[in-house]
């Protein structure tokens, strides 16, 4: 069963930090590719990043140097990391999950099956 719930998610300043986190269960992690989406009222979800099974990450450009995505398969976890964030880093966050089969490589342009609740990141300047 997929399972993602959102977390951590925070009106801050320009320039502040938040740490998003994703409560991720066993069966997601082996059966589906993890990333982050972010959505800004009114308009589609965009990639933000995404890991690999073997923890290789890739970014958007606009996040690359000040968002870092993690996981810990011990904790049932996916993070995300924000640094240095800017009032365009304002959307709604989506944890999200691509389907690959055990023991394929995720795909680099994987297409996102499943997201949770999202979480709310406001940034003002």
């Known amino acids: 069963q997929v399972r993602l719930v959102e977390s951590g998610g925070n009106s801050v300043e320009s320039g502040g930090s938040l740490r998003l986190s994703c409560e991720v269960s066993?069966?997601?992690?082996?059966?589906?590719?993890l990333g982050w989406l972010r959505q800004v009222q009114g308009k589609g979800r965009e990639g933000v990043a995404d890991?690999?099974?073997?923890?290789?990450?890739s970014y958007a450009d606009s996040v690359k140097g000040r968002f870092t995505i993690s996981q810990d398969k011990a904790k049932n976890a996916l993070y995300l990391e924000m640094n240095s964030l800017k009032p365009e880093d304002t959307a709604m966050y989506y944890c999200?999950?691509?389907?690959?089969?055990?023991?394929?490589?995720?795909?680099?342009?994987?297409?996102?099956?499943?997201w949770g609740q999202g979480t709310q990141v406001t940034v003002s300047s």
């Open positions: 890991i690999d099974r073997d923890g290789y990450t």
């Open positions: 999200a999950a691509a389907r690959t089969p055990v023991g394929f490589v995720c795909p680099v342009d994987r297409v996102y099956d499943y």
């Open positions: 066993d069966y997601t992690f082996r059966h589906y590719c």
